[in-house]
């Protein structure tokens, strides 16, 4: 079984937070009226832990059947070590484990008190960062994915796409 690319999990990564946008976007429209919130800062607490559970499901979800909407559309498969798809415990590990791609800028600014533009040159350093040091590990793999017991492998295709992903990769 054949790890993807990095440069092909990163761009799955980044389209998965494209899509993401559309399940925040219903999460957030279904909490400010489930609660009658009127103002974007009241229940803020609340809102941001809505949205951390709607991920966990979304992510626990999908994981625990081989793929997410964007790993699909990249032809990238979760599994475990055996091939097998991924238990709901490991898909959970996993999402939790996952949150390491912002955690550590987070606090940093939580603790600096840091502004929007400094926040984001933290979090796009740490995601590099962190994605460089899936290098180190034997088969390439996130560090999350060993913790949790996963692996990303590259999924079979048809041979009419083979030519555009070696593309992909090659670059």
Known sequence: MQT??????????????MLLFGVVFIAGYLFGTLSQTHHAMQNRWGLQAFIFLVFGIYFTWFWHKGQTLAMKTWHILITQANGEVPTQKQALIRYVSSWIWFLPPLILSWFFHMNAILLSVSVIGWVVLWALLSRLHPTQQFWHDRWAGTQLIHQTIPKSHVESIKEIDEA
């Open 4 to 17: 993807p690319s990095l440069r092909r999990r990163m761009a799955c990564w980044l389209y998965e937070g």
